[in-house]
């Protein structure tokens, strides 16, 4: 990904330098996303990272934290 969007270093950098685990790239390369053990940690690190992004002039689109359906958690399948 580096390769071909060298631009996204210095979110990679930024996201390290948070301490951020388990952070990816979208399939289509649009977007970053992170897995969180629960809710509070990811708030937590969200606000973190949008106030760093901004100290660095970086620019956050959306920023948003979700939760799995309680189906997705019971290992249900959940069908569209």
Known sequence: ALRTAPEL???FALL?????EHIRLAGSGSSLFGLF??????SSALGSLTSAARDAGLGVRLATVTRRSR???SGAEVLR
């Open 71 to 73: 189906a997705a958690l």
């Open 9 to 11: 270093a210095s979110w």
């Open 16 to 20: 390290e330098g948070l301490g951020l």
């Open 37 to 42: 053990d629960d809710e509070q940690s990811a």
